[in-house]
Structures are given as C-alpha cells and as structure tokens.
C-alpha cells in the first residue's frame, strides 16, 4: 500500500473504525470486547468495556456511538493468527443494538430482537440522514448448520425495527449511496455485492420480474476463494470492501465493474473508514495483524452523517 504506515498495533481484532472530527479513530476490539479510541499518536484510550462481541460502529444522530454486537464469536488460531467463525461460543450473549455514550461509557442495549425473532449477529451498520440506521445480521454458525441471514432497518428515535431483507448468505458490510437511493450488502461466503432500491428511507422497492422475487440485484461477485467483510463508501459512489483471504480493498463501481484492488499484506483485512483532508486518508483495519492503519487513498469518501460535516 503507497504510504502504508501503522497508527495502533496490539489491537484484539479491531474493526468497525470511525473516524472522528479530532482525527482520533473509535473501532471495536471483538476479541477485546471493547469499544477503543486511537489518538494519532498512536495513543489508545478504552472508551468502554463491551461484552459479547462488539463488532460494527457508527455515530448517530445524539452523539452516541451505535455497536452492532454479534453476542460473541468463537475463537480458532491458525498458524499464529486468532480467526472468528468457530461454533457459537458457549457464552454466547445474544445478538444486540447497543448505544454507548463515548464520554461515560455507559452501554445500554436499543434492541435484541425485531418482532418475534431474537438478533443473531448484528455485524456492520450505517445511518440515513433521517437519523435511521441499516444494520446487517450474519448469523451464527454452530457445529453442523447455520442461520440465515438477513438486512434490518431501524427507525429514527428509536422508532422501531424493522426486518427488510431475509434471507441470505451471511451479510455483512452494509452501505448507502450518495444520493441515499441505494443501499448496499455484501455477503461474506459468497463474495457478492447486492443493491438494493430504495422508494423512500427505510423502504425497499423490489425489482421487477425478480426470478426469485429477490427484494435486490447482485452487482458484483468476485472469482476465486475470496470473502467479503465490511466496507466503506467513496464520494463518487463506489464500494470499497474488505476481502478476506486475499487481504485487499476491492473498489467496485456501482454497476459492479471492479475498479482496483489494493493488497494490504494481511488476509484478515475487515473494514475501512475515511477522514483526514478531504477524506482522502483511508484508515483500514488489519484485523490478523491487530493493526490500525491509514494510507493515502486516490478519491475521496463519502462524508458520513453526523459525523463528517
């Protein structure tokens, strides 16, 4: 990566980073269970202490930083590097939306469940400007099946949840286009892209003539073992997602053509965010090597609601 260079190491699987106006990053540490604040000097502050499996973050509306918590992961390590994906942990806490209050670090629990059905593994998560927010569920996997996965919406104000999509194969980061008419999943297994139309916020206007009445298109599927993770969005439009196993950003085009693909050296690459002049820094998490990193990126990311404004 051109001016690859470390912000944090020692991180316990760091991910869902976000950019703050100081400059300081705020990401989960999953394994951690923690909720951490890196200052660019490399100094790391604990914000709050969050049990389960922190796993996405986003900054709403009041202030309050939104973890998608995956109730927690089992841990495998292969040659060196601690990997999730294990059956379901027996300490297993539950799916949940959590809000915490970055100053106090109190952690309170928005949502566990929408309608009769208990979360699973809430994953990544993004807010419209109406102060809504898209969160996927992932699942979780046990010794010889797994859930179904599926996309939720949840109402400004804590106005309520929503499923939108079901069913998939494990989604996992989650994205709205500039103009807020599309948002974006990818699946982890199956390396694919899904858009979905939106006809108003929180409103999914399927496809005609769907050949499965999918609620979405798929726009891109990568060849070769290769694995979606979470991603970020650039001001033109484009999806940058982490790929697990070739350890990059892939930059997909909204029609789905693959733009780039930069190598990171490590093939637990999970998440990227933007700040910096312009939002031209991309801050990427290498989650094998337990590293915050930032390199200087080509185009510049969206701003994000209630954030970089």
């Known amino acids: 990566m051109p ?10 699987f760091p991910e869902g980073p976000v950019v703050m106006p100081d400059g300081s990053v705020i ?56 990997m999730p994906g294990a059956p379901k942990p027996g300490d297993y806490l539950g799916g949940k939306i959590q809000r915490v209050d970055i100053q106090s670090g109190k952690v309170e629990t928005v949502y566990d469940r929408c309608g009769e059905h208990t979360l699973k593994g ?27 996965g599926a996309i ?5 104000n804590d106005g309520g949840i929503v499923e939108a999509v079901f069913s998939m194969e494990r989604p996992n980061g989650i994205g709205l286009s500039p103009d807020e008419t599309t948002v974006y999943a990818v699946e982890t297994p199956t390396c694919r892209a899904w858009a979905f139309t939106l006809s108003a916020p929180g409103e999914i206007k399927p496809p005609e003539n769907s050949p499965r009445n999918n609620k979405g298109t798929v726009i891109a599927g ?10 970020g969005m650039e001001a033109s439009g484009n999806l940058c997602v982490a790929t697990l196993v070739t350890g990059a950003i892939s930059v997909i085009a909204p029609d789905g053509k693959l733009v780039e693909q930069v190598e990171t050296g490590d093939h637990m690459t999970t998440n ?25 990126w080509p185009r510049p990311g969206l701003p994000l609601n209630f954030l970089n404004k």
């Open 222 to 231: 990568l060849g070769g073992y290769q694995m979606f993770d979470s991603l």
């Open 272 to 296: 990227i965010a933007f700040g910096g002049p312009e939002l031209k820094t991309a801050y990427i998490t290498l989650s094998g090597k337990g590293e915050l990193v930032a390199m200087d």
């Open 152 to 156: 939720h919406y949840c109402k400004p």
């Open 3 to 12: 001016n690859y260079r470390v912000i944090a190491s020692d991180l316990e």
């Open 27 to 82: 990401l989960v540490e999953i394994m951690g269970q923690r909720l951490t604040r890196i200052y660019p000097d490399g100094r790391k502050e604990t914000v709050a202490q969050v049990p389960g499996g922190p796993n996405g973050a986003a900054l709403g509306p009041d202030g309050k930083m939104y973890v998608t918590n995956n109730g927690g992961f089992g841990w495998t390590n292969v040659r060196g590097t601690w």
């Open 122 to 148: 809430p994953n990544d998560i993004v807010f419209d400007r109406q102060g809504g927010f898209w969160f996927t569920d992932l699942g979780k996997r046990y010794a010889r099946t797994s859930d179904v």
